[in-house]
Structures are given as C-alpha cells and as structure tokens.
C-alpha cells in the first residue's frame, strides 16, 4: 500500500511541478511581450508627434520613375535586453508608414522574439481615397 501511495505522490507532484513550471515561463514570456507593447507604443506615440513635412524629408525619394523609395531606419534607445528599430516609409504621395519592431533574446531559443506596431499618417492638407476589397 504504501508503495502504491507512493507512486500515485510521485505522480501527481510531477504534474503539479510541470505546470508550475509552464506557467511561470508562460507569465514571464507574457510579461515581455506587455514590456516589449509599451516600449514599441510610446516611440510610435513620440515620433507620431512629428510634423509630416519633417517625417517625409528623412525617407528618401525616388531618382527614376521606375524605382521604389527606399525607408528610413533608426535603432532607438531601448532598456537592457530590448533593441528597437523606427522604420519610416512611404507608402504613396502623402502618405507615411511608420514601424516601430522591438526585439528580445528568449534564454532557450534560437531566434529572437517580436513585437511590431504599426502607424499610418497622411498629409493633413489632402484626402486619401482607397477602394476596398
């Protein structure tokens, strides 16, 4: 009897110690992904600020009609363990695209985790009509 006993704690104390487990890495990747939202959000917010005439001169512009325009990039200045990168783009006459992708190192895994957030701003002095689909 106590052998059986034993074997059924042994069992049940796996199971309660993996799940411990899972959830303490899934919280901790939670929590990263929250930290990675908030510095991703205050740099669009900081560079959202900008005037567009002054966002449209840093992308540079096409040389030959058959060309595309290639984007801006700038690393900002992150917390330790967090790298972030504004991207701005256009997107079509008057119309910017700015992305703001912030990257971590998860211990135990090979590529580096994720988070973009995207923002869109137009001219203020022109409508931008699109079709949809």
């Not at 200045?77 to 783009?89: H, I, K, M, R, Y």
């Amino acid at each position: 009897e106590v052998l059986i006993v034993s074997l059924v704690l042994a069992v049940v104390g796996i199971t309660v110690l993996s799940l411990i487990f899972t959830g303490s890495r899934e919280g901790a990747l939670s929590e990263d992904f929250m930290f990675a939202e908030t510095i991703a959000s205050r740099f669009i917010e900081e560079w959202a600020q900008y005037p567009f005439a002054q966002l449209d001169d840093m992308v540079p512009r096409k040389v030959k009609a058959t060309e595309e325009s290639g984007p801006h990039k700038k690393k900002l200045e992150c917390p330790p363990g967090f790298s972030a990168e504004l991207t701005v783009n256009r997107v079509a006459d008057g119309m910017l695209a700015m992305e703001v992708t912030v990257s971590w190192q998860v211990p135990r895994e090979r590529n580096p985790r994720r988070f973009a957030l995207f923002l869109l701003k137009c001219k203020p002095d022109i409508a931008l009509e699109a079709a949809w689909r």
